[in-house]
């Protein structure tokens, strides 16, 4: 694994996943109820709100914030993370806080996962979950960063490391399931390691003001506005501003079911985040782990350069695109757009006919 550079202004993603929780106490004794407030956010659109909504998922962590589900967590989490990031008309100081409690929702939300893995019955089982949130922690010192305006290289570098660390854990797992024969576990870890190779290709610049983070967690749900699902957010922002926010969902393949359905860009796994003859996300890790140590030799160099250049230059067609969408109005950042532009320079994405 890398050798994490110290930096005060990490959140600690790779060392919250590290630290194991106590299991003695198994999961029993835990009861879970309809929350209302998770099907309003799940709701709401899935692009960043503007300040009249931010009262609204200050109102929703208040709700969920002391569940103890894992997935009410984190939406907590998110709701106050967004809020503090978009609400300009709040102190600093207030959305810093709203930034904090987001973290620590985050926290608890990985551990109580971890510890269900490891005792609970399968239908409370997420294998890769633990991962994500590590991710989402990892990466909050840069939605810091945009509150506050001090975002600089050291910043951006400590959360890659964060993120390259807890990357290699997810395939440490992908790997370890496929061993003992469990489809469901290395399907998961899978999925998760084309995203992170995604995230991971586009941030390999250390950018203080172009960045990919995960999307909130209302994002990766289908059950409302399905068209708008994403898995990551392109973040393009300016003295503290977000200029533009820009969605793309991973696919480890692109059916002709998903090339119908999403909006968001759509990257394919094994299409666009690998090269030929290694598909699976251990080989690009690999090669971007290298180059980012300086260890990387003449086939690692070419096919991490090889992906990143890929994802950007979709990223870069993709956000030259029309918008499109009800949701494409001055009260949102985000915009969905058509990918007309993106599918005439790369194969496997181009709408089907309807």
């Known amino acids: 694994m890398v050798e994490r550079s110290p930096s005060e202004e990490r959140a600690g993603?790779?060392?919250?996943?590290?630290?194991?929780?106590?299991?003695?106490?198994?999961w029993s004794g835990y009861s879970f109820m309809p929350n209302p407030a998770y099907d309003q956010y799940c709701r709401m659109n899935k692009v960043l709100v503007g300040t009249g909504g931010a009262e609204q998922l200050v109102d929703i962590h208040d709700?969920?914030?002391?569940?103890?589900?894992?997935?009410?967590?984190?939406?907590?989490?998110?709701?106050?993370?967004e809020a503090g990031l978009v609400?300009?008309?709040?102190?600093?100081?207030?959305?810093?806080?709203?930034?904090?409690?987001?973290?620590?929702?985050?926290?608890?939300?990985?551990?109580?996962?971890?510890?269900?893995?490891?005792s609970a019955p399968e239908c409370l089982i997420d294998y890769d979950y633990p991962y994500r949130i590590a991710l989402d922690i990892a990466l909050s010192p840069l939605l810091k960063?945009?509150?506050t305006g001090a975002m600089d290289t050291?910043?951006?570098?400590?959360?890659?490391?964060?993120?390259?660390?807890?990357?290699?854990?997810?395939?440490?797992?992908?790997?370890?399931?496929?061993?003992?024969?469990n489809e469901a576990g290395y399907s998961d870890h899978l999925g998760l390691g084309y995203e992170c190779n995604a995230l991971l290709a586009f941030n390999q610049s250390l950018s203080?003001?172009?960045?990919?983070?995960?999307?909130?967690?209302?994002?990766?749900?289908?059950?409302?506005?399905?068209?708008?699902?994403?898995?990551?957010?392109?973040?393009?922002?300016?003295?503290?501003?977000?200029?533009?926010?820009?969605?793309?969902?991973?696919?480890a393949s692109g059916k002709v079911y998903d090339r119908r359905r999403y909006d968001a860009?759509?990257?394919?796994?094994?299409?666009?985040?690998?090269?030929?003859?290694?598909?699976?996300?251990d080989h690009t890790l690999r090669a971007l782990t290298a180059v980012y140590d300086g260890t990387a030799t003449k086939e690692e160099l070419a096919s991490a350069r090889e992906v990143s250049e890929r994802v950007t230059g979709m990223v870069r067609r993709y956000y030259s695109g029309q918008a499109i969408g009800q949701v494409a109005n001055h009260r949102t950042v985000?915009?969905?757009?058509?990918?007309?532009?993106?599918?005439?320079?790369?194969?496997?994405?181009?709408r089907p006919a309807a």
Not at 211 to 217: E, P
Request: charged share 20%; net charge positive; glycine share 6%.
């Open 13 to 26: 993603g790779y060392e919250a996943l590290y630290a194991q929780p106590a299991l003695s106490s198994g």
């Open 145 to 147: 960063g945009i509150i």
């Open 208 to 251: 203080k003001s172009w960045f990919a983070i995960l999307s909130m967690a209302r994002c990766d749900t289908g059950y409302h506005y399905k068209e708008q699902s994403h898995d990551l957010v392109v973040l393009h922002h300016r003295k503290g501003k977000i200029e533009s926010a820009l969605p793309a969902e991973v696919k």
């Open 63 to 81: 709700q969920l914030s002391n569940e103890t589900l894992p997935r009410y967590q984190t939406a907590a989490g998110w709701a106050a993370a």
């Open 87 to 118: 609400d300009e008309t709040r102190s600093l100081e207030e959305r810093i806080a709203l930034l904090d409690d987001a973290v620590t929702c985050w926290t608890s939300a990985l551990q109580m996962q971890q510890k269900f893995n490891a």
């Open 334 to 350: 985000t915009r969905f757009r058509d990918n007309t532009l993106v599918a005439a320079v790369y194969p496997g994405i181009k």
């Open 154 to 181: 050291g910043l951006t570098r400590s959360v890659y490391e964060d993120c390259l660390s807890i990357a290699q854990m997810n395939i440490v797992q992908m790997r370890l399931h496929q061993m003992n024969g």
């Open 265 to 281: 860009l759509l990257l394919r796994g094994k299409l666009h985040l690998s090269v030929p003859g290694k598909y699976t996300p």
